[in-house]
Nanobody
Framework: QVQLVESGGGLVQPGGSLRLSCAAS????????IGWFRQGPGKEREGVSC????????FYVDSVKGRFTISRDNAKNTVYLQMHSLKPEDTGVYYC??????????????????WGQGTQVTVSS
């Protein structure tokens, strides 16, 4: 069964850290473009960070640059989003998404056809 399963979300205080994981099953992530998206309360879903399949370049939305890091472990068929210095505005449901090549550089929701179910991240004191 083809599936993406996110984990690692939770409640964290401002300034804290979390690492989100997205485990793929039923297919190999090798060479796939990967992305993390989020939807905050009352907001539209936005691209947080992506790795393109065209040249392997990474994209970060301005609001997370220097705080978040996207990575992949092909041996574990898993992608990660390491988040540091979390802020209340980072609160939302975080989704991982993947798509086979080619995927253009950037982080465009419409470029990704396979999605996980989402994991809640709440940053609050």
């Amino acid at each position: 069964q083809v599936q993406l399963v996110e984990s690692g979300g939770g409640l964290v205080q401002p300034g804290g850290s979390l690492r989100l994981s997205c485990a793929a099953s039923g297919f190999s992530l090798d060479y796939y473009a990967i992305g993390w998206f989020r939807q905050g309360p009352g907001k539209e879903r936005e691209g947080v960070s992506c790795i393109t399949s065209v040249d392997g370049s990474t994209f970060y939305v301005d609001s997370v640059k220097g705080r978040f890091t996207i990575s992949r472990d092909n041996a574990k068929n898993t992608v990660y989003l390491q988040m540091h210095s979390l802020k209340p505005e980072d609160t939302g449901v975080y989704y991982c998404a993947v798509d086979p090549p080619p995927v253009r550089p950037g982080c465009f929701e419409t470029d990704f056809r396979r999605w996980g179910q989402g994991t809640q991240v709440t940053v609050s004191s």
